[in-house]
């Protein structure tokens, strides 16, 4: 189906327009098993070739939905190629500032709902056509700072010449009213999925993520209906059952199962550092002093 873009009509009508797409969600590679599914590689996409992080284990299930996902991710390219094409054809691409972004982590394990950079790390992509690129204040390419989804509506209103409302929480990183100042912390928090209740907090400076979970006693797995529909939780669910799960050559701290309360992740080389040895013996989760003690020394 082709998408069109109404400005009533009116030429050079100032417009904001927000377009979403479910074909990249997870519920595409809910089913349950992998049979009857697509041939990927008439899409250029084989399964075998693919590389997997390296949190995941080695699964013909696992390789399968990740190629279903990319398969989604390359009918999304699509889909906005409709949109661009549109504002070509009326005239509007060289006025039109665009934004495009996702809504969460992947659909694969330890993605949506975790709050590890797999499931809160998302792609944003904003153009500015060259005669708007006055607005944007810095060099085109990548950036790196803190930015979350509180900032869209500042930058959208900021773009506009209109001041943000002092209420908004986030923080205008483009237009007339940029924010100038750097965002130090960024935080984020999960507490469950359908039935699955697992309160966890994190906070990163860019460098380092501390995540803390409020039910250490409970597996870091969303185990709940939907997200089981998924071949890959199921079979991971199976190896770990049977008393596998460690890929060979892998880091063994990015598999090893621990009951801590708090981690320290570096997030540059993707290491994780569990602030509970495994060669402590606490008699007590009151502990506070021990931990924190460790969490100095790790930082130093």
């Known amino acids: 189906m082709r998408h069109t873009i109404v400005v009533d009509g009116k030429k050079h009508q100032p417009f904001f327009a927000v377009f979403n797409t479910v074909v990249s969600h997870m519920g595409r590679i809910?089913?349950?098993?992998?049979?009857?599914?697509?041939?990927?590689?008439?899409?250029?996409?084989?399964?075998?070739?693919?590389?997997?992080?390296?949190?995941?284990?080695?699964?013909?299930?696992?390789?399968?939905?990740?190629?279903?996902?990319?398969?989604?991710?390359?009918?999304v390219d699509t889909w906005l190629g409709f949109f661009l094409k549109d504002l070509k054809d009326r005239g509007l691409d060289k006025n039109t500032i665009i934004f495009f972004f996702s809504d969460h982590g992947g659909c694969l394990p330890r993605g949506k709902g975790y709050?590890?950079?797999?499931?809160?790390?998302?792609?944003?992509?904003?153009?500015?056509?060259?005669?708007?690129?006055?607005?944007?204040?810095?060099?085109?390419?990548?950036?790196?700072?803190?930015?979350?989804?509180?900032?869209?509506?500042?930058?959208?209103?900021?773009?506009?010449?209109?001041?943000?409302?002092?209420?908004?929480?986030?923080?205008?990183?483009?237009?007339?009213?940029?924010?100038?100042?750097?965002?130090?912390?960024q935080f984020a928090l999960a507490s469950n999925q359908l039935h699955h209740f697992m309160p966890v907090r994190a906070v990163t400076d860019g460098r380092f993520k501390y995540i803390r979970s409020y039910i250490p006693y409970r597996q870091f797995a969303l185990r709940n209906y939907y997200q089981w529909g998924m071949p890959s939780n199921q079979v991971w669910d199976e190896l770990i059952l049977k008393g596998g799960g460690i890929r060979s050559g892998a880091n063994l701290f990015k598999v090893i199962r621990l009951k801590c309360y708090l981690i320290l992740k570096k997030i540059q080389t993707n290491f994780m550092i569990f602030l509970v040895f495994l060669n402590m013996k606490v008699s007590s989760v009151k502990c506070g002093k021990h931990y924190l003690l460790i969490f100095v020394l790790l930082l130093i």
């Open 115 to 185: 709050l590890y950079e797999s499931g809160l790390k998302v792609p944003l992509i904003i153009y500015f056509p060259p005669k708007w690129r006055h607005l944007a204040k810095v060099s085109l390419g990548k950036e790196y700072g803190l930015i979350n989804f509180t900032d869209l509506a500042p930058t959208v209103l900021s773009l506009a010449g209109v001041r943000p409302p002092r209420h908004m929480q986030g923080n205008a990183i483009y237009g007339k009213f940029v924010n100038k100042g750097k965002r130090e912390m």
């Open 30 to 75: 809910r089913t349950f098993h992998t049979e009857g599914r697509r041939d990927y590689t008439r899409e250029g996409i084989y399964p075998s070739l693919l590389s997997l992080p390296s949190y995941l284990p080695d699964l013909p299930e696992i390789r399968s939905d990740y190629a279903a996902h990319l398969e989604s991710v390359q009918d």
